[in-house]
């Protein structure tokens, strides 16, 4: 699958970047992860922590994948607002829901001080503003469910934001415990720091064929084989090309990254921004004074129409940022435009887990706006479970649940 367009920023921010070689003969492990991105990394990381033998294949280069195209990130709140994810699941598990993703960012945190390699994680609020008059009564709402469930929110007025912002918008929720990141060099800051706890790492080494058996899977490559008891499936989005998923949806996506600014802008708190409108505009800064821009999501095209988007879809997004930032109209540029291949679900979870049809194996599909952080709660969850340790919140995430849960009485 060709999973991205245009140009991507990332690999120009890591000046040596680490490679790893491809395998020679057979290989034994306890653990074959497929797939060296975001979550791939994050399943390795955690893996080499509880002392497993690991071995990780990727079929392109490390973070060659679907994590190029990431952008940073990283919040509590979800594509799927907790008032939303109580209605559909019920109060009990959409208030999980959320305290997963709120203990997964203060874990991804920790990180910026474990690694060799600086991942630029740096603690950020968020604005979330209502597009319309309308939505402002959905957002009261939704602020009214994350304070009664102690996550952190207040709700600002239109005077509030026209305060600390250079544009001003009906009402919106701001919110700490929230960040952002370099998901290329976090991708090899992971990877970097498990090889040096002796996980075994290969590029260009693809999972040709598997055979699933009682006692392990045997994975075939062009270099050999590799016998392992389970199996880590982490590929993004090209899962859907080994497993169709009923309630996995894939459409295009598109970002922009500028050139560092000439003045700072009335941008409170460097938070990162976005929307009540699907699509939604999100926006961020970096830590060298740039700003990335994203949204504009469409229906899924082949590689060559998205090719072609990505220039008229990037305008655009230049022209929502000089929209909410006047003073850098005509001072603004973007250096690096690009369109990516990008998975939603229908009900707004991500897939992490085992699956009846592939023994002694687990998925990760971390589909959604959230990705990064559904890679870190999979980790955590998918390590406890092959050391040993039940882990009941999975059942939330499970690859078999319905495509459309049943509404909720609360």
């Not at 920790?110 to 060799?116: A, P």
């Not at 993004?236 to 080994?242: A, I, L, V």
């Not at 291949?341 to 194996?361: A, E, K, S």
């Amino acid at each position: 699958m060709n999973l991205f367009s245009g140009r991507i920023p990332w690999e120009h921010t890591l000046p040596v970047i680490p490679s790893y070689p491809q395998p020679e003969g057979d290989l034994h492990c306890d653990c074959l992860i497929v797939g060296a991105g975001m979550s791939g990394a994050m399943m390795a990381y955690r893996l080499a922590e509880s002392g497993a033998h690991t071995v990780v294949i990727e079929k392109r280069k490390v973070a060659g994948g679907s994590s190029q195209a990431n952008t940073g990130l990283l919040q509590v709140a979800n594509d799927k607002s907790l008032t939303a994810c109580i209605n559909t699941f019920g109060k009990d598990k959409g208030v999980l829901f959320y305290r997963l993703c709120q203990s997964s960012i203060k874990g991804i945190l920790e990180l910026q001080d474990k690694l060799n390699i600086n991942p630029y994680i740096t603690a950020r609020p968020s604005l979330l503003y209502a597009s319309t008059a309308e939505d402002v009564k959905l957002l009261r709402q939704e602020h009214e469910n994350l304070v009664a469930h102690g996550f952190d929110s207040e709700f600002w007025e239109e005077s509030d934001i026209a305060g600390r912002y250079s544009f001003s918008k009906p009402g919106g929720l701001y919110s700490r415990g929230d960040a952002e990141a370099n998901p290329f060099r976090m991708v090899h800051a992971l990877l970097d720091k498990a090889h040096a706890s002796g996980v075994r790492i290969y590029e260009h080494t693809e999972a040709r064929r598997l055979e699933y058996g009682d006692a392990g899977v045997v994975c075939h490559t062009e270099h050999g084989r590799i016998y392992a008891r389970k199996v880590v499936f982490s590929m993004g989005y090209e899962t859907q090309e080994m497993k169709k998923d009923r309630g996995a949806e894939l459409v295009n996506t598109y970002a922009i990254m500028t050139r560092p600014l000439r003045i700072e802008p009335k941008w409170h708190e460097r938070s990162l921004i976005w929307e009540t409108a699907r699509p939604y505009l999100y926006l961020r800064m970096t830590h060298d004074g740039r700003i990335i821009a994203g949204g504009k999501d469409e229906t899924l095209t082949d590689p060559q129409r998205r090719e072609v988007r990505v220039l008229s879809q990037s305008k655009r997004l230049l022209e929502e940022v000089e929209a909410l930032f006047p003073e850098l109209q005509g001072i603004v540029e973007a250096e690096y435009a690009w369109g990516a291949v990008f998975g939603t679900t229908r009900d707004g979870l991500p897939f992490i887990g085992p699956h009846p049809d592939y023994p002694n194996c687990y998925f990760i599909e971390g589909y959604g706006g959230n990705g990064t952080v559904y890679s870190m709660i999979a980790a955590e969850l998918l390590a406890d479970t092959l050391t040993g340790m039940n882990r009941p919140e999975l059942e939330l995430f499970s690859l078999t649940r319905p495509a459309k849960p049943s509404p909720q009485t609360v």
